[in-house]
């Protein structure tokens, strides 16, 4: 994989569009909107809704892995993903802290 995140971690998403549009929910759920995440990159602004909810069957889910929130400290996370994981884990500062930690 190549890119910007390349080799990184991050929270289940979508493409990032141009356009705002429906999320395409993964599966039936109770998806809960925890607002919009706004992060400047070097080249362009970007804003992220963040929505959770509460898989079903977490070993049925097919692609990626799992890190509890426990352990998000030790992810190798860009700040964009630790914002937006702790908006949806409703914590005040979403920026990381001394040693990464999410605040």
Aim: proline share 11%; hydrophobic share 45%; aromatic share 8%.
């Amino acid at each position: 994989e190549t890119g910007l995140y390349a080799q990184m971690s991050e929270p289940p998403g979508t493409d990032w569009l141009a356009a705002r549009m429906e999320p395409p929910f993964p599966f039936p759920g109770d998806w809960r909107h925890h607002g919009t995440v706004a992060h400047v990159l070097t080249h362009m602004r970007v804003e992220l809704d963040v929505w959770s909810t509460t898989a079903p069957e977490p070993a049925a889910l097919a692609e990626g892995w799992w890190a509890s929130p426990a352990e998000l400290d030790a992810e190798a996370l860009p700040t964009i993903f630790r914002k937006v994981l702790a908006a949806a884990l409703g914590k005040q500062t979403a920026g990381p802290k001394a040693g990464g930690a999410l605040a």
